[in-house]
């Protein structure tokens, strides 16, 4: 099926930018015949970092923030004790729909996945929640907060839309509107160091080789509202420049990049300057000079050929939490509606 099709290496997604409002995400997948990749993975984030992630082969609860450790061993005991539940509750639901598609026979290789949150405005107090899932990569079925009952996407999912109707519709949304809601409030009270830090970012000019477009690089900043632009002679330049969006690292800082698509005679005869603002402090201006670009040639870097032979070389588990990062894991679904929505 297309269960691998959450797996991407190289695509890097979006991540939102910082406002007043803090979101709790829970990305939890169920997988059966896909070799190195355990039966259940599951990934929480808080503003779009990761605090932790769990799967069923070491059946542990890692923390991914310092901060999160300040929530204690009855914290990480909790967390064990749900995700273990999930692993066998998922699991069921998995063979409820291989079921109704008729594949539990087959050998191929099959996912589930969810995607639950909620999002908490600590000025005015607003709250949203949401909680979808996917089977395979496509959209299967998702809870309608406002009316309190679950919307199917495919046919198949009829059966489980008439047993989750009622009881489990009810117990999604009170834990969504509260429970969720109080849990971001604990985080963002021992978080609050961590979240209010401010980390500058550090800018270098890229190019693949001689005659490649030059990038202007920004990695290691926080908060992840930045500016990125580039200057010719000194005034702002728009045309041949390819901004791309923020990306999360590991760490919890966050990436950025522009792209100036114009020749190497060009801009060796006139004054290109990157420049990069962030709340950290003040602009960094970099003119862009020969001397300044970092090259992919041999003995400076490691070649693009080289970066997707070792992507396929680690282990598919770590490719996987590697995608949760970057959000790949939910742009898989193709959904026709954004976290958080209610709407049908």
Request: net charge negative; proline share 3%; aromatic share 12%.
């Amino acid at each position: 099926g297309g269960a691998l099709s959450l797996i991407c290496c190289f695509t890097k997604c979006p991540v939102s930018s910082p406002t007043v409002i803090h979101s709790w995400t829970g990305l939890y997948t169920a997988a059966t015949g896909i070799k190195d990749l355990p039966e259940f993975v599951g990934v929480n984030l808080f503003d779009d970092e990761v605090t932790g992630n769990f799967d069923s082969k070491n059946n542990q609860f890692e923390i991914r923030q310092d901060w999160v450790k300040k929530l204690g061993e009855k914290y990480v005991e909790d967390q064990i004790k749900s995700f273990r539940d999930f692993t066998w509750k998922f699991k069921e639901i998995l063979k409820m729909i291989m079921t109704e598609f008729n594949q539990t026979g087959d050998q191929g290789g099959h996912t589930l996945q969810q995607m639950y949150g909620c999002e908490w405005d600590d000025e005015d107090g607003a709250t949203d929640g949401y909680s979808q899932f996917g089977y395979d990569g496509a959209d299967f079925i998702k809870l309608d907060l406002k009316n309190t009952d679950w919307v199917a996407a495919r046919p198949e999912a009829e059966i489980i839309k008439q047993k989750w109707n009622g009881g489990e519709a009810k117990f999604w949304k009170n834990y969504l509107e509260h429970n969720c809601v109080e849990w971001i409030k604990k985080y963002v009270m021992n978080g609050k160091i961590s979240l209010e830090r401010k980390v500058p970012p550090q800018v270098s000019l890229l190019q693949t080789d001689s005659s490649s477009p030059v990038v202007c690089h920004a990695t290691g900043f926080y908060p992840d509202k930045m500016m990125i632009s580039w200057q010719k002679d000194g005034q702002d330049l728009h045309e041949d420049v390819d901004v791309g969006e923020t990306l999360s690292n590991h760490d919890g800082t966050f990436q950025k990049r522009a792209e100036l698509k114009v020749t190497p005679d060009v801009w060796k005869k006139n004054q290109f300057t990157c420049v990069v603002e962030h709340k950290s402090g003040d602009p960094i201006h970099m003119i862009l000079t020969e001397e300044k670009i970092r090259t992919n040639n041999a003995g400076t870097g490691a070649s693009r050929q080289n970066h997707q032979s070792s992507c396929f070389n680690v282990p598919l588990l770590e490719v996987f939490i590697e995608s949760v990062y970057n959000k790949v894991w939910w742009r898989t679904f193709h959904l026709g509606f954004e976290p958080g929505s209610t709407g049908s």
